[in-house]
């Protein structure tokens, strides 16, 4: 699910800033919503998955954060959507600290964004270019949590049960609500 959003955002970095995205975008948020429809049907007919789902949030907000145990932040970012709770506040900010934790290394290494003269810390209190630089190449994951968290809100309202959002889904035909 996440792929839709991180191909919308490079494919919106390439074009022409005077032409139009908003046919794209919703199309974008249209096979957002249909794939996350499909996904909350396959989780509310077989209930493990929902388990499963609580199980890896709870286990992330226990501190077991690290690649091996959650290898890839976005499919939690879905597994959130799923779970119990859904996207709550304790949970945005652990993925947060993780995320930032987890581009630092992916900003230093020549596989990523090869900027390895952020390596470097100045003497200054505050560096404009390692802001700059930092928020340049953290975009597409701060895009994607930002995205991931208007999702959660405009869908999974606190404390109604999955059957219930998914049941108003159908009614909107895998829609927004």
Known sequence: MNDVVVKFNREAEMCDPRSILSHASEKANEAYFTLFHLLLYVATEDLSIIRCANQRIAAFLQGRTIKTVCPNLGHL?????????????????????????????????????????????????????????????????????????????????????????????????????
């Open 77 to 177: 970012l879905v597994t959130a959507l799923i779970s119990n709770d859904g996207l709550t506040e304790d949970l945005t900010i652990a993925i947060i600290k993780e995320t930032i934790l987890r581009n630092v290394v992916w900003m230093l290494d020549s596989k990523g964004a090869g900027m390895a003269e952020l390596s470097y810390l100045e003497p200054l209190a505050v560096s404009e270019y390692r802001f700059i630089k930092t928020f340049q190449a953290s975009r597409t994951s701060y895009r994607l949590l930002m995205f991931l968290g208007l999702f959660s809100r405009s869908v999974r309202i606190p404390g109604k049960p999955l059957e219930s959002i998914r049941d108003d889904m159908f009614n909107t035909y895998g829609g927004p609500p």
